[in-house]
């Protein structure tokens, strides 16, 4: 397997978080294609200004494991919507194919527990029109795990079913938001996984996910939704609830070889954190 870093995650401008990525020994980067936070769109980026960026890249020894489509909102329920938010999408995919990535990874928002739902049809079609239209260009999609389970998530997929879906796997938001073995995750959902972030967490207290990650109707009005929020905390890797171990011998079994790509979304010193994370990883793959 090979180890990955979100470059953000450091907090810097985005080539010298690149370059810093490059310096800790990562074989690859993740970015995001917009960055609301820091006010950084690639999709504005001019070909010679993404050149740059793929260059900064290849410079430091790394390639771009893939590109994050994550802009938050509850689009993808949404009628109408969801479509434009599946045509930005497939602006991000063409990024990827410029950046010589061949992943894009989002969360699509809570994917309910059963298809008869008001929103999943919404769902369905945006994800298939992504996956399709990446699939036609050598990218997969890859739905981000996290508020829902893998049965969940993988009944979505069959649901869709195209070619270009795929997962990306997060053991930390399985362990965070829903208390569900990431083990399982890798069992049900491996043949599917294309690509992986490593991050650690606690969970702190069960809850309706569907009421914490918002799950509103197809016209965009709120749902009364009844229960707790769910609780929980990220830590640095390695202290946390994910077991390492026996998730990274789960990859194995399903022959992934792919990105464990280090996020760090919080902490005083991500970068410490980050170079204790790859530490960590090294020694067991």
Same mark, same amino acid.
């Given at each position: 397997?090979?180890?990955g870093?979100?470059p ?13 990525a ?8 993740q ?12 999709l504005e ?5 993404l050149e740059?960026?793929?260059?900064t ?10 590109v ?16 434009e ?13 410029k950046l010589?990535?061949r992943v ?5 928002g809570v994917?309910?527990d059963?298809p ?8 369905v ?12 260009? =050598?990218?997969?999609?890859a739905?981000?795990?996290?508020? #829902?389970?893998? *049965?969940?998530?993988?009944?979505? /997929? !069959? +649901?869709?079913?195209s070619p270009?879906?795929?997962v ?8 965070m938001c ?9 069992e ?10 490593a ?5 702190l ?9 918002g799950?509103?109707?197809p016209?965009g ?32 079994r399903? =022959? ?5 790509t280090?996020e760090? #979304?919080?902490? *005083?010193?991500?970068?410490?954190? /980050? !170079? +204790?994370a ?8």
């Amino acid at each position: 397997m090979k180890l990955g870093i979100i470059p953000e995650s450091f907090l810097l401008p985005l080539r010298s978080a690149i370059e810093k990525a490059g310096e800790l020994g990562a074989d690859g980067v993740q970015i995001y294609a917009i960055r609301r936070a820091t006010g950084v769109n690639l999709l504005e980026f001019t070909p010679a200004e993404l050149e740059e960026l793929k260059q900064t890249c290849h410079r430091a020894g790394m390639v771009f494991s893939a590109v994050c489509a994550d802009v938050g909102g509850h689009d993808f329920q949404i009628t109408g919507k969801n479509m434009e938010r599946a045509e930005l999408t497939c602006r991000i995919v063409d990024l990827a194919v410029k950046l010589e990535s061949r992943v894009i990874t989002s969360h699509v928002g809570v994917i309910p527990d059963t298809p008869d739902d008001p929103v999943y049809p919404n769902m369905v079609a945006a994800v298939r029109r992504i996956a399709d239209y990446a699939a036609e260009r =050598g990218v997969t999609m890859a739905i981000e795990t996290g508020p #829902e389970t893998a *049965e969940t998530l993988l009944q979505f /997929i !069959r +649901t869709v079913d195209s070619p270009g879906l795929g997962v990306n796997l997060d053991p930390a938001n399985l362990k965070m938001c829903i208390n569900y073995d990431p083990v399982r995750a890798v069992e049900l959902l491996g043949k599917y996984i294309v690509h992986t972030h490593a991050k650690d967490g606690i969970h702190l207290r069960d809850g309706n996910n569907c009421k914490t990650f918002g799950l509103v109707n197809p016209d965009g009005s709120e749902r009364r939704l009844e229960g707790d929020l769910c609780e929980f905390k990220e830590v640095a890797l390695g202290t946390g609830q994910v077991p390492w171990d026996a998730y990274l011998a789960a990859l194995r079994r399903v =022959g992934y070889d792919g990105f464990l790509t280090i996020e760090r #979304e919080c902490g *005083e010193d991500p970068a410490a954190d /980050i !170079r +204790t994370a790859l530490d960590f990883l090294r020694a067991r793959i």
